[in-house]
T-cell receptor, first 113, second 115 residues
């Protein structure tokens, strides 16, 4: 069975601080995809990034970076120099065969001005 | 990315009634997914809707409660039947991106409140 754990329920930071959102996953499949999604207060889910199980390269996109480590089954997400607009719920997700995607519980990030 | 439109965006319903949510996609897609997001919770997959076959339901969800139609490759409906207050949730339609790399694109969701 597949599982995604986001142990951090809520995180509160002050603007310009760096913040890391943790994600740990479980699967017995060797081929899988990992994702991060953002759900701002408006409610619409936005896809941020995808990683497949064969690609452990870290990725940076502007202030966002992702660290994928198969050895620890983790796919962590760091926001550098956080901004108020980053306030949202962030979901880590896992999909295996057939694109059925399961989501973690989400981490609610508050960025205070 | 795919553009997904859902209707209604929100509704207030009476206990015991049924409501049908519509999902329209701007491109043809093989699989459509219906998720439920209860207040303050994560997303839970209800079912996968494939065109030309019956929907595949996840554990805890049954066709009598959540009948799904998928008449063509751009449209699907989810009905929430015999509603109770516990059905108050956001219901989300989603599809896999056209690149086939697994990321999901979501409609804006249908927020149902059952009194």
């Amino acid at each position: 069975a597949q599982k995604v754990t986001q142990a951090q329920t809520e995180i509160s930071v002050v603007e310009k601080e760096d913040v890391t959102l943790d994600c740990v996953y479980e699967t017995r499949d060797t081929t899988y995809y990992l994702f991060w999604y953002k759900q701002p207060p408006s409610g619409e889910l936005v896809f941020l990034i995808r990683r497949n199980s064969f690609d452990e390269q870290n990725e940076i996109s502007g202030r966002y970076s992702w660290n994928f480590q198969k050895s620890t089954s983790s796919f962590n997400f760091t926001i550098t120099a956080s901004q108020v607009v980053d306030s949202a719920v962030y979901f880590c997700a896992l999909s295996v065969r057939g694109f059925k995607t399961i989501f973690g519980a989400g981490t609610r990030l508050f960025v205070k001005a | 990315s795919a553009v997904i439109s859902q209707k209604p965006s929100r509704d207030i319903c009476q206990r015991g009634t049924s409501l049908t949510i519509q999902c329209q996609v701007d491109s043809q897609v093989t699989m459509m997914f219906w998720y439920r997001q209860q207040p303050g919770q994560s997303l839970t997959l209800i079912a996968t809707a494939n065109q030309g076959s019956e929907a595949t339901y996840e554990s805890g969800f049954v066709i009598d409660k959540f009948p799904i139609s998928r008449p063509n490759l751009t449209f699907s409906t989810l009905t929430v039947s015999n509603m109770s207050p516990e059905d108050s949730s956001i219901y989300l339609c989603s599809v896999v991106g056209t690149r086939g790399t697994g990321e999901l694109f979501f409609g804006e969701g249908s927020r149902l409140t059952v009194l």
